[in-house]
T-cell receptor, first 113, second 114 residues
Framework: EDQVTQSPEALRLQEGESSSLNCSYT??????LFWYRQDPGKGPEFLFT???AGEEKEKERLKATLTKKESFLHITAPKPEDSATYLC??????????????FGQGTILTVHP | GAGVSQSPSNKVTEKGKDVELRCDPI?????LYWYRQSLGQGLEFLIY????????KSGLPSDRFSAERTGGSVSTLTIQRTQQEDSAVYLC????????????FGEGSRLTVL
């Protein structure tokens, strides 16, 4: 069974204080790993796709990296508007699971001014 | 509108009643997905449509749950004989053909079963 574990559950940062969120995964074969951002009362918003170990993607203050066992979302000099829940998800290769993403529980990030 | 539209945004029902949740995907998106988000459970996959067919319905929790999609567009998720454990936010998403993992989510339908 595919599993995704995110840590920490919650993270409080001061504005400008860089940090990282962790996503550990177990999947029979990885088709892709995805990061989403979710604001309260909204649906998740796509951020990144990573396909293979060693791959990195960047967007503004966010950088996602991937190894064979985990992914990190690095946040550099965060701002209060980066406050949100960050979700990690995996898609398994093969079978009929084309449409299925397995999500972690998320990390609630709060950035104080 | 440009995004995924879901209705109703909020639904309160009594245990044992049937409910229908509607999703209108982004125009031109051939793939459509239903997920459920409950406290402490995270996002849970329910069903995936490609066009009007559902190649993966493995996440439907029981035979009380069904979904259909017509005209390659609008989808309806139906829950029969609702139970309190069905209370959750039901999220619909769509994507371009194939599967990129880049899903565009609606804002969800919050279902409360009393």
């Amino acid at each position: 069974e595919d599993q995704v574990t995110q840590s920490p559950e919650a993270l409080r940062l001061q504005e400008g204080e860089s940090s990282s969120l962790n996503c550990s995964y177990t999947v029979s074969g990885l088709r892709g790993l995805f990061w989403y951002r979710q604001d309260p009362g909204k649906g998740p918003e796509f951020l990144f796709t990573l396909y293979s170990a060693g791959e990195e993607k960047e967007k503004e203050r966010l950088k996602a990296t991937l190894t064979k066992k985990e992914s990190f979302l690095h946040i550099t000099a965060p701002k209060p508007e980066d406050s949100a829940t960050y979700l990690c998800a995996v898609q398994a290769a093969g079978g009929t699971s084309y449409g299925k993403l397995t999500f972690g529980q998320g990390t609630i990030l709060t950035v104080h001014p | 509108g440009a995004g995924v539209s879901q209705s109703p945004s909020n639904k309160v029902t009594e245990k044992g009643k049937d409910v229908e949740l509607r999703c209108d995907p982004i125009s031109g998106h051939t793939a459509l997905y239903w997920y459920r988000q409950s406290l402490g459970q995270g996002l849970e996959f329910l069903i995936y449509f490609q066009g009007n067919s559902a190649p993966d319905k493995s996440g439907l929790p029981s035979d009380r749950f069904s979904a259909e999609r017509t005209g390659g567009s609008v989808s309806t998720l139906t829950i029969q004989r609702t139970q309190q454990e069905d209370s959750a936010v039901y999220l619909c998403a769509s994507s371009l053909g194939g599967f990129t993992g880049e899903l565009f989510f609606g804002e969800g339908s919050r279902l409360t079963v009393l």
